[in-house]
Structure formats: structure tokens, C-alpha cells
């Protein structure tokens, strides 16, 4: 089979542009994740650690296309009668997992915030890199198993799906570093991406709850779709800018009200 027919390279075009969409909470979160190695070891860990998740990739894309029923079976069953059932398997076990870890991730991000808000003058520690390239690639492997079921949905070639797993990689990289650094320059959306990764905790939670057909009092879980997770994201984001945009004014009006009263003071004088 011809590697690099019409077909083939229409499937790898949209097989990029799945990747590039699915994986921009995974890329906010190594952005966020990145900046708690040391400063002068950041951009390293972004890149190693994404190079190094990105063949773990596709190891695992590999994994899937021998495994996938595997993957799929059910490993075991709760039912507590009138308040939870459900059924479990691997995947579904890894996706809530992820969005556990997620939540608490961004939830403690969250509190630390609010701590130094409160004036107690202690900044934590760098973690090693070590220990950060070791949760980037974790998490990267859950948010793999969405984009690689996807993409094996639109095509069984694997060298088809490893490419573009690698371009959309090597786009990962030289990505990280722009919004590492838009992060770092605005601080104060650093705090609206904490509250996006809370959303895609959230989501994760859902889409496993719904891959598990979880019951809770006699009401399935509810996938989040994708639409209406960037339609949030949207929101959120708008509402940061609009708030932004309305605190400065009142900080200029501010500013011209001080001024305004201290010229009067002075020609009083």
C-alpha cells in the first residue's frame, strides 16, 4: 500500500488538525506544569518532556492498533442498587484518572494563589525537573488516548497516525515556549488558564463517567462535547478580557480623580 497517496495525505491533513485541536488543554497544561521546574531548566523540560511523551505516543498508538479490544473489555462492575453502577475498563479508568489529577492540580495551583494573596511572603520551591517531565509525560499519555481512539476512527494506517503524531508534536514544542512565555509576560491569565484546566478536569471526569455508563440515583453521565468545552473556554476568556479591560479603566478614572484633587489642593495653597 502507497504511503503518500491523495487519500493518505488528505487523512494526514486532518489527523494534524484533530491533534492541534485536542491537544490544546494538553498544551496549557504543560505550559502551566513547566513553569514549576527551575527557571533556568524550563524550556528544557518542555521540550524533553514532550519529545519524550511524543514517542511514549506512539508506542502506545501501537499498543492500541494490536490491543484495542484488550483496552475495551470490561475489568469490573459496581452496583450499589438505587445509588451508582457502572462498568469499568482500562480506558475509562485512565481518563478518570486524568481528570482527577487534573482537578487537583489545578485546585492546588488555585489555593497557592490565593495564599500569597494573603501576605504570607513564602514562595514554594522549584520542583526537579525530573519530577516535572515525569507528570507532563504522564498526563500527555491520558490525553493521548482521546486523539489516538479518534484517529484510528478515520484511518488504520499507522504510519499515517505516527506522522502526524510527530508533526503535531514538534508543533507542541515551538508552541509551549510562545504560551510559556505570554504566561509569564500576564500573569493574570495565568490564573484563567487554571480555571480552564479545571474545566477539562471536568470534562475528563465526564467523558469518563460516560465511557464507564456510570449511574448515579438512576442518571447517566453525560459526555462534555468538544463544541460546548471551547464555547466555555470562549466565555471564560472573554469575560477575563472584558474584566481586564474594566479594571483598567476604573484604575485610569482612579488615577485622574487623585490627580484632579491633588492639583486642588495646590492651587488652594
Known sequence: MELFTIENLF?????I???AVLGFDNLLYIS?????????????????????????????LFLL???????KDTLFTINWEGVVT?????????????????????VK?????????????????????GKVIFLIVLMNLVFSFD????????????????????????AMIWLADTVSAFLQKNRMFEVLGLFILLVVGIMLLADGGHKSELHFFGYPIEPMNKATFYFVIAVMVLSDIV?????????KKKEAAAKAEQEAQEDIL
Do not use: C
Not at 457502572?86 to 489545578?106: D, H, K, P, R
Open 17 to 19: 488538525v484533530l491533534q
Open 147 to 170: 486523539s489516538i481512539l479518534s484517529a484510528m476512527a478515520l484511518t488504520d494506517n499507522f504510519w499515517i497516525m505516527a506522522i502526524a503524531i510527530i508533526l503535531s508534536g514538534i
Open 32 to 60: 502551566l506544569e513547566s513553569k514549576r521546574a527551575p527557571l533556568e531548566q524550563q524550556k528544557k523540560v518542555r521540550w524533553f518532556g514532550i519529545g519524550l511523551a511524543v514517542i511514549l505516543r506512539i508506542v502506545l
Open 86 to 106: 457502572g462498568t469499568f475498563n482500562l480506558e475509562s479508568i485512565i481518563v478518570l484518572f486524568g481528570g482527577v489529577f487534573i482537578m487537583y492540580t489545578a
Open 11 to 15: 487523512t494526514l491533513g486532518m489527523l
Open 243 to 251: 474584566q481586564s479591560k474594566y479594571q483598567k479603566n476604573l484604575m
Open 109 to 129: 495551583e488555585i489555593w497557592h494563589m490565593m495564599a500569597l494573596e494573603v501576605g504570607d511572603g513564602k514562595e514554594r520551591k522549584p520542583q526537579s525537573a
Open 65 to 71: 492498533v494490536k490491543l484495542l479490544d484488550y483496552v
